[in-house]
């Protein structure tokens, strides 16, 4: 691979909704420079970015994947995303290391809802934006429908610079608005170049006006022009295309069947004509240790600042680290300092990756992306600098995982393995959260969705060789008494040897909520010695802790030892322990134990449309709507709380309900008790549990 200098590199994300063809744009695109001698297909499993096997017994991308495209001279580093809800993680980072997205949209499926949610990142992030409409030569393909739904969804900044010649079967090349050229494909990987046909100047040129008034309209000067001399010039309409790009006010539209790789040197021209390079990129902002703002430009002998936008854990090579250069220049042999983990790192080896092929390269420039393996401390999101000056650009912002899954080693005596996989696959992915429940000793694994958690769990068997077995995650209820009771715990036993004395009485009530447990000693004239006090107390607390009834930890009680009888030389510490616990068990059968669940805060996002079902589905889950209120555009935001044992699945649950377009988060709030024919249900169960 040869060296760019930053002008002649383009970062560029492709994304969008999962099967519109960003992979298969990738593959086209690295045969058609030739960096590949034949296309890999999805369906045989050969494709450069999905090589997991993950992602071949899928057939869809689950990380991002890094492949440099030469082209006329340019580097062209094409960040192949997932369009897949759960693994949204890794667009995140891409967007961070791009200049620019590419979407992906299928000429089947118009836009589709993760079109239009990284559509709402980008903006945010402010990238440019250019679409590529794919699968033209799909059955019941439609260029024009496809344009008609990306206008509606994006406005007029959506103009095309391209136009398919024929559809479907009879897709047979394109036109080019800006070069008014003709492009017809066969089985070359390049299209042969010809004169405008006659019979399409009169569907193009309405096509061109449309572009005019884009690029018009992103253009003050442009748009004067255009006013009074009704037209522009070829020359300005691209220059305009290229300064809208740039200034994500334009997003230009292109055409492509890439499974035939048809358009797709067309494309990568444009890439390397009209995309930002790095250099045309506004300098970075960083923060300093002492928290002053400063900003970085794209200067190779800068001061080195890169981001690390992705990290593979490979269990033989170690751990790839993939990142951006912003300034400076990053070799091999030198020594990095972390400025996010405060800790120097050394490098080794500095290379580019193609997928999961590794080439060394003499050094990673400002500008451009790079890898290194082996770096001890260093993962996704952690901004590489130097020491004497150590700055860190903003953290990658990234979503909550919400779907818990409850995971064990399915062999026992794999518990180690199981948590050094763990650590292992959370640095590949930081959307991923692991909990040691400290109320149900469960591991839990937080995810996006069902489809992550699983690759989650084929990954960990296939890298680290841990089989795990998944439950739903147990809900830790509370054990509590509603009532105050008096209650006798009787451990007799003298037949013969050494025996076993202790009675002890003890009085339970209520506490309110939160309070936890009280013990109170009443004991007058030495009815229990002194010495025996803690020792019911320890026997009631272990009782507590295990649960009485469903193994769930029993609280917010006062327990009053006020009577009992002991026996000189038959009495003794493990004696009382054991009366406290039967007494409390006493209690439970005398006034009978209320169940608590915990109550979770949640905020649901969503599109209008859906807000009558999702609160109609809350009230069916036992919630209370707390308040509605306008987000913007069309969005409404709905607070709730609900029982946390009836949103164990919201995750899939609400993005079936609203075809993946609302989100929401959720946080512990309080207890309460569990309606008491729920609470019958879930004893019965904690009882055959316990005997089964
Ligand atoms: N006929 C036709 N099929 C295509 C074209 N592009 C992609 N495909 C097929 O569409 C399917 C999905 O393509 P991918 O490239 O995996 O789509 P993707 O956008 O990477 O999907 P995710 O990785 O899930 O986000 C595959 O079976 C491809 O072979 C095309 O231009 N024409
Ligand atoms: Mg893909």
Redesign the pocket.
């Known amino acids: 691979m040869n060296a760019y200098d930053a002008r002649a590199i383009r970062n560029v994300a492709l994304v969008?909704?999962?099967?519109?063809?960003?992979?298969?744009?990738t593959?086209a695109l690295l045969f058609v420079a030739g960096a590949t001698t034949r296309m890999g297909?999805?369906?045989e499993g050969n494709?450069v970015?999905?090589h997991d096997p993950e992602e071949i017994r899928r057939?869809?991308?689950v990380s991002l994947s890094l492949a440099p495209v030469e082209w006329q001279g340019v580097k062209i580093n094409v960040l192949?995303?997932?369009?897949?809800a759960d693994f949204i993680g890794d667009v995140h980072g891409a967007l961070r290391a791009a200049d620019a997205c590419l979407f992906?949209v299928s000429a089947v499926d118009g836009v589709e809802v993760q079109t239009e949610a990284v559509w709402e990142l980008a903006v945010e992030a402010g990238l440019p934006r250019a679409i590529v409409i794919?699968?033209?030569?799909?059955e019941r393909a439609s260029f024009e429908r496809t344009l008609e739904d990306l206008v509606r969804a994006f406005g007029t900044q959506v103009a095309p610079i391209q136009l398919p010649i024929g559809e479907e079967h009879d897709l047979a090349g394109l036109v080019d608005l800006l070069s008014r050229k003709a492009y017809r494909y066969g089985t070359e990987p390049k299209g042969s170049e010809e004169a405008w046909p006659e019979d399409l100047v009169a569907k193009a040129e309405p096509y061109r006006e449309r572009l005019a008034d884009a690029v018009a309209e992103a253009d003050d000067a442009l748009l004067e022009k255009y006013l009074e001399q009704g037209e522009l010039s070829e020359e300005e309409i691209v220059r305009g295309v290229k300064a809208g790009l740039a200034q994500a006010k334009v997003a230009p539209v292109l055409v492509?069947?890439?499974?035939?790789h048809?358009g797709v040197d067309r494309l990568a021209s444009f890439l390397a004509d009209a995309f930002p390079s790095p250099a045309d990129r506004s300098p970075v902002t960083v923060t300093t240790k002492g928290g002053e703002e400063r900003e970085r430009a794209c200067d190779s002998a800068g001061p080195l600042t890169a981001l690390v936008f992705k990290t593979v854990a490979d269990p033989y090579v170690g751990r790839i680290n993939l990142f951006r250069v912003w300034s400076g220049t990053l070799r091999p042999d030198s020594s990095v300092f972390n400025a996010t983990k405060n800790t120097e790192e050394r490098v080794g080896q500095v290379f580019t990756m193609r997928g999961k092929d590794h080439e060394t390269v003499p050094e990673v420039a400002a500008g451009d992306i790079g890898a290194v393996a082996k770096l001890s401390h260093t993962t996704t999101g952690d901004t590489l600098s130097v020491k004497s000056d150590p700055v860190s650009l903003p953290p990658i912002a990234l979503p909550e995982p919400l779907l818990a899954v409850a995971i064990a080693p399915k062999t026992k005596g794999d518990e180690d393995k199981l948590s050094t996989a763990l650590a292992r696959i959370q640095e590949d992915d930081p959307t991923l959260r692991v909990e040691r429940s400290p109320e149900t000793h469960e591991t839990v694994l937080y995810g996006m969705g069902e489809a992550h958690i699983d690759t989650m769990v084929e990954r960990m068997k296939r890298k680290f060789g841990v089989e795990v077995v998944t439950s739903p995650a147990r809900v830790p209820y509370k054990e509590t008494f509603r009532t105050k009771v008096q209650a006798m715990g009787r451990h007799v036993k003298q037949s013969g040897g050494h025996g076993q004395y202790a009675i002890a009485y003890i009085e339970v009530e209520p506490l309110p909520r939160g309070t936890g447990f009280e013990y109170v000693d009443k004991i007058f004239g030495g009815a229990i010695p002194n010495q025996y006090i803690p020792s019911v107390e320890k026997g009631v607390v272990k009782t507590m802790h295990d649960g009485v009834v469903t193994r769930n930890p029993m609280v917010d009680v006062r327990v009053t030892l006020y009577d009992g009888k002991f026996h000189p030389v038959d009495s003794s510490d493990m004696a009382f322990q054991i009366a406290g616990a039967l007494a409390l068990k006493d209690a439970a059968a005398k006034a009978g134990v209320a169940l608590l669940e915990p109550i979770v805060k949640v905020e649901v996002d969503t599109p209008e449309s859906y807000t009558g079902d999702i609160i109609g589905d809350l009230n069916a889950k036992r919630g209370r709507i707390l308040g509605m209120e306008s987000t913007g555009a069309g969005k409404q935001r709905i607070r709730a709380v609900v029982p946390q044992s009836e949103l164990t699945r919201y995750a899939i649950d609400l993005r079936s309900m609203t075809h993946g377009r609302a989100t929401f988060r959720m946080a512990f709030d309080h207890y309460e008790e569990v309606p008491s024919h729920l609470a019958e249900k879930i004893i019965a169960e904690a009882r055959r549990e316990s005997e089964g």
């Open positions: 969008g909704h999962s099967g519109a063809g960003k992979t298969t744009v593959e297909r999805i369906g494709t970015s999905d057939g869809i991308s192949d995303t997932p369009g897949y992906v794919n699968k033209l030569d799909r492509a069947a890439a499974d035939r048809l």
